[in-house]
């Protein structure tokens, strides 16, 4: 691991930066925005769990017709693309984390593939467009992909979580 080539060094203590490749692997479209209340990172819920606001997440034309039959769903998976998020650090330092985490071991949007997950509910679909609560990402954040959640496969009501170094349990929120 390098911590040479960091364009923006705003690292907390025993944060790590690596080199990112040189070239990508892949490409991907963005089929959409989501239009949510808010502006800034800061300005935004922790996660899915912690907001009650509606958003509105609009697919642009040319994909309008992979909505149909989603209102068939009460939950939706949504992946989107968190473009404001730096991609080379592999170590982090959350302000509620005990000590630093690996990139893989948080929920943080920043990664080398920025890209976040949540199971939000569906509220409305209309046209090229359908309204959710559940996100957390700021307004106009890309759009990657839907997927109707499952809880028969998607649900684990036995998955727990903790911290074993400090011997506390709590609720893994990242930032
Ligand atoms: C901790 S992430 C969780 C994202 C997703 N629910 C997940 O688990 O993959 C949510 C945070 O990302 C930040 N964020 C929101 N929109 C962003 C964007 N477009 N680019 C970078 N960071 C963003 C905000 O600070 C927000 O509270």
Wanted: with cysteine; aromatic share 8%.
């Amino acid at each position: 691991m390098s911590d040479t080539k960091v364009a923006a060094d705003d690292r907390r203590e025993g944060e790590v930066a690596v080199e990112l490749p040189a070239q990508f692997d892949a490409s991907l479209y963005f089929i959409g925005r989501i239009r949510t209340p808010w502006k800034r990172r800061e300005d935004c819920p922790k996660n899915p769990r912690q907001t009650n606001d509606e958003c509105t997440i609009e697919i642009d034309p040319r994909w309008t017709e992979g909505l149909r039959g989603l209102e068939n769903y009460s939950h939706v998976v949504i992946l989107y693309w968190m473009d404001q998020a730096r991609r080379d650090l592999i170590v982090q330092a959350p302000r509620h984390a005990p000590e630093p985490r690996g990139t893989f071991a948080l929920r943080s949007p920043v990664r080398p593939n920025p890209i976040a997950v949540s199971v939000a509910r569906l509220v409305r679909v209309g046209g090229n467009a359908f309204t959710v609560v559940g996100l957390d990402c700021i307004d106009g954040t890309p759009l990657l992909d839907i997927k109707p959640y499952f809880a028969s496969t998607d649900s684990h009501p036995d998955a727990s979580f903790g911290w074993p170094h400090s011997g506390t349990k709590r609720h893994p929120v990242s930032e």
